[in-house]
């Protein structure tokens, strides 16, 4: 089974200019997590989709962060204008919707992450 | 406001070592994960723990879960090098929750 696809790996902008991120979940996993990882902490959550409606971006930077997940399969999130203090690890994670398994506590399988680096 | 506290934030020692890290809140929790995540890499999921008081073994590791549900421990015995990475608990608030809170992370290394 192919895990959660990320790209780019790795990018270097400065600020005030845009990047955007790409995400391709497991194949039949209708949740999909953005996550930030800033240096010496823990992921935090930025946007949960399910299959392609939103169902938490509370934590999101509106003004200048946005995500889609049109189809219902792969995202993208995007940052526009970028700050300096955005430079973290982009990680993308997906899982199982509740109810389609009888474990109710649902792993979350997480890419590789994307290191973003504003100068 | 950080609602899970791992401690310690570092910690470094030698090859066949013991250690504890722990995972601590106020609040309570009604499932907490394990995560293990190195350089480069996204987090990868050790262990759930689910019920108050329950313990999970997973090889060398040992996980708890706190009575009341707001803690837990992973305990390492004979640390390998392989061990190395920083780990990271993270909690759901409700049965069936998909949405999860992490911890700050312990980032351990050892040394052979």
């Known amino acids: 089974e192919a895990g959660v696809a990320q790209s780019p790996r790795y990018k270097i902008i400065e600020k005030r200019q845009s990047v955007a991120f790409w995400c391709n979940p497991i194949?039949?996993?209708?949740?999909l997590y953005w996550y930030q990882q800033i240096l010496g902490q823990g992921p935090k959550l930025l946007i949960q989709f399910q299959n392609n409606g939103v169902v938490d971006d509370s934590q999101l930077p509106k003004d200048r962060f946005s995500a889609e997940r049109l189809k219902g399969v792969d995202s993208t999130l995007k940052i526009q204008p970028a700050k300096l203090e955005d430079s973290a690890v982009y990680l993308c994670a997906s899982s199982i919707l509740p109810g389609q398994g009888h474990f109710p506590h649902y792993e979350q399988y997480f890419g590789p992450g994307t290191r973003l680096t504003v100068t | 406001t950080q609602l899970l506290e791992q401690s310690p934030q570092f910690l470094s020692i030698q090859e066949g070592e013991n250690l504890t890290v722990y995972c601590n809140s106020s609040s309570v929790f009604s499932s907490l994960q394990w995560y293990r995540q190195e350089p480069g890499e996204g987090p990868v999921l050790l262990v759930t723990v689910v019920t108050g008081g329950e313990v999970k073994k997973l090889k060398r590791l040992t996980f708890q879960f706190g009575d009341a549900r707001k803690d837990s421990s992973l305990h390492i015995t004979a640390a390998q090098p392989g061990d190395t990475g920083l780990y990271l608990c993270?909690?759901?608030?409700?049965?069936?929750?998909?949405?999860?809170?992490f911890g700050q992370g312990t980032r351990l290394t050892i040394n052979p």
């Open positions: 993270a909690g759901a608030r409700s049965e069936g929750a998909q949405k999860l809170v």
């Open positions: 194949s039949g996993h209708a949740t």
